[in-house]
C-alpha cells in the first residue's frame, strides 16, 4: 500500500505580503525618579536605556517630567500701613543632557494671597500683620516631545543614558515695603521615556519570493497527487 506524505504550507496573499507597510510603534515606557529632598540640589540623575536599532528607525522621542515639591512659606508686613501679601513657593527643575543643554525645565507653584494690617509689632510671621503655611504644594507636569536629527542620535544606540535634574528654589513674597519673608522647600521627579519607530521588515522583494515559493511547492504537491 503506497503512502502519501501531505506537506500543508499557510500562505498569504502575495499582494497582502508586497503592502505590508507597518505604522509606527511605541516601545514600553521606561519610568524613572527622584526622592522627595530639600532644594536646592544639582546633582540627581535619570537613566534611562537607549532605543534599540535592532528594533528599526527610531523616529520620536518623548519625555515626561512630573515635579512635585513641598514646603512652608511665611511673611510679616512691618509696614505702618495695611497691605495685600502675595508669597509664592516655587521650584525650578531642570533637567539637562550630558552636554549641559537644557531638555526640558518646569516649576511647580503654590501660591497665597493675604490681607493683613499694619505691623502689629511682634515679628512672629502670624498675629493680625502675618501668616505661617506650613503645608503647601504643588505639582507641575512637562512633556518634550522631539522628532529632531540632533535628538535622534543622542537617544539612539546601545547603552543608557544619563539625564541631570536640579531644582533650585526661586520663592518670593510681594505687596509690601518693608516685608520680612521666608521659605523652605523640597523637590522630587516622577519622568517617563517613549520611543517611537518605525519596526523592521523585510524587503519587498524577499516577502513576494516567500509566497510564490509557497504556491509553487503547493501546485507540485496536487499534481502528484492528481
Do not use: C
Not at 507636569?141 to 529632531?148: D, E, F, H, K
Amino acid at each position: 500500500m503506497r503512502t502519501r506524505h501531505w506537506l500543508f504550507i499557510a500562505t498569504t496573499p502575495l499582494w497582502i505580503l508586497i503592502n505590508d507597510v507597518r505604522a509606527d510603534v511605541q516601545t514600553p515606557s521606561q519610568s524613572q525618579s527622584i526622592a522627595l529632598a530639600p532644594t536646592d540640589f544639582m546633582n540627581a540623575t535619570l537613566v534611562f536605556n537607549k532605543f534599540n536599532p535592532s528594533l528599526g528607525t527610531l523616529t520620536g522621542v518623548s519625555f515626561t517630567i512630573n515635579g512635585h515639591i513641598e514646603g512652608t512659606s511665611a511673611f510679616e508686613n512691618t509696614s505702618s500701613s495695611t497691605a495685600t501679601i502675595v508669597t509664592n513657593l516655587q521650584v525650578n527643575i531642570v533637567v539637562t543632557h550630558a552636554d549641559g543643554s537644557s531638555l526640558i525645565a518646569i516649576t511647580p507653584v503654590v501660591s497665597t494671597s493675604d490681607n493683613v494690617t499694619a505691623f502689629d509689632g511682634v515679628k512672629d510671621f502670624g498675629g493680625t500683620s502675618g501668616k505661617t503655611y506650613s503645608s503647601l504644594a504643588a505639582d507641575n507636569l512637562g512633556r518634550y516631545t522631539s522628532a529632531l536629527a540632533s535628538d535622534l542620535a543622542y537617544f539612539n544606540g546601545p547603552g543608557t543614558i544619563t539625564l541631570s535634574v536640579a531644582a533650585l528654589g526661586s520663592s518670593n513674597a510681594t505687596g509690601s515695603g518693608n516685608l520680612l519673608s521666608k521659605f523652605s522647600s523640597s523637590a522630587s521627579a516622577a519622568s517617563s521615556l517613549i520611543y517611537t519607530y518605525t519596526p523592521v521588515v523585510p524587503e519587498p522583494t524577499s516577502l513576494a519570493l516567500t509566497a510564490v515559493g509557497g504556491l509553487v511547492i503547493l501546485a507540485v504537491r496536487r499534481k502528484r497527487v492528481s
